[in-house]
């Protein structure tokens, strides 16, 4: 089986729209082996996922991924390495930002381009921790400098809201893509982001559609849980507490195991489905520390979504109740539940060996 479905972000990046995510390589979801990512991410791209993201403060994973694009090339040639997007962010520090410099940016995508292994990343997602902080226009300028030297091919955005997507722009750099967070649980991109986006040209690619594992089987009909395994869990479960709280919750998980059926499919395909048919959305991205799951995850491919699939997950859908506001405001908070869990200074950890 191999995933088809294809977009173009901009004339000369063409993307597949479910992409590899490489959060969960970085440890903070128990243990990796690291001998067999590159095999890992092999059965990815054959099965044609071939878009990949990461980030430069994802502890270890931009070299991960640069020891399988060497081993690409090495095994398939260049025209095997050339069908590969490597999407990365730059992350500056909390620390930083009150002085951040273009000689900073510069060395940061100096690093990124050294761990994956390449002279020009392909897209650059940039993140910015604090508004407060306003050195982000000039950053996203030095970017673009960037850009304009043949080191970067795209400019993102990572978690920007309405306003400052705008801001951006007018000073000169409008995104090609913003990631945020979308999902069933989750639908604050919808309304005023989308409406500047939209005649920005700029594509939303997504993370936290499957919310982290909670919008899967595994979690039909399991009571609520405080004991929960790693980051990615704690987050979401804050997440599905706005939402509604963990009856709801299981409201939603039961009708969307009902229209699975209807399609043989696993919630987390439905789930996926959802967003991918979004205004917007450009592509989803389906985090993964091994390749276990690839088969499911290619069965996304074959849904398509009913009038009454959307009827019945919209009955369920209009009694949410959160989360509302800006995008990623709740989680710039850093004294509030969303913030409070976040790591600021990563960007300078030591890569694990």
């Known amino acids: 089986m191999t995933f088809t479905e294809r977009f173009d972000i901009a004339p000369d990046a063409n993307i597949s729209r479910v992409i590899r995510g490489g959060w969960q390589l970085a440890g903070d979801h128990g243990a990796v082996d690291?001998?067999?990512?590159?095999?890992?991410?092999?059965?990815?791209?054959?099965?044609?996922i071939t878009t990949f993201d990461c980030a430069d403060i994802y502890t270890g994973v931009e070299t991960m991924i640069g020891d399988f694009r060497a081993a690409l090339l090495d095994r398939r040639g260049a025209d095997a390495l050339a069908r590969l997007r490597v999407h990365t962010k730059f992350v500056p520090d909390l620390a930083l930002l009150p002085h951040i410099t273009s000689a900073d940016v510069r060395r940061i995508i100096d690093r990124s381009l050294t761990r994956?292994?390449?002279d020009r990343l392909d897209l650059v997602q940039f993140h910015w921790w604090d508004y407060d902080q306003p050195r982000y226009l000039d950053t996203a300028r030095h970017l673009a400098d960037l850009q304009a030297e043949g080191k970067i091919g795209l400019v993102g955005g990572t978690n920007f809201d309405a306003g400052h997507?705008?801001?951006?722009?007018?000073?000169?750099?409008?995104?090609a893509t913003l990631q945020v967070q979308y999902s069933l649980l989750d639908t604050r991109p919808a309304g005023a982001l989308a409406d500047v986006c939209g005649p920005l040209g700029t594509h939303f690619l997504c993370y936290g559609a499957l919310a982290g594992g909670?919008?899967?089987?595994?979690?039909l009909g399991q009571p609520e849980s405080t004991a929960l395994t790693n980051r990615s869990l704690v987050k979401y479960k804050l997440i599905i507490d706005d939402f509604g709280g963990w009856d709801l919750f299981q409201a939603l998980l039961a009708t969307l195991r009902r229209v699975a059926d209807r399609h043989s499919a696993s919630i987390a395909n439905i789930a996926a489905r959802h967003v991918l048919d979004l205004p917007l959305?450009?592509?989803?991205?389906?985090?993964?520390?091994?390749?276990?799951?690839?088969p499911d995850t290619l069965r996304i491919g074959d849904v398509r979504l009913t009038p009454q699939d959307r009827a019945d997950i919209d009955t369920v859908l209009a009694r949410r109740q959160g989360p509302t506001g800006e995008v990623y405001a709740l989680e710039r908070d850093r004294t509030g539940r969303h913030g409070s869990i976040m790591k600021y200074n990563l960007g300078d950890a030591p890569a694990r060996a």
């Open 281 to 294: 959305v450009a592509g989803v991205i389906v985090g993964a520390s091994h390749a276990r799951h690839l």
């Open 34 to 48: 690291a001998a067999t990512v590159t095999d890992d991410l092999a059965a990815f791209y054959d099965a044609g």
């Open 116 to 118: 994956l292994r390449t």
């Open 165 to 175: 997507v705008r801001e951006i722009a007018d000073a000169g750099v409008p995104f």
């Open 214 to 219: 909670f919008l899967t089987d595994r979690w």
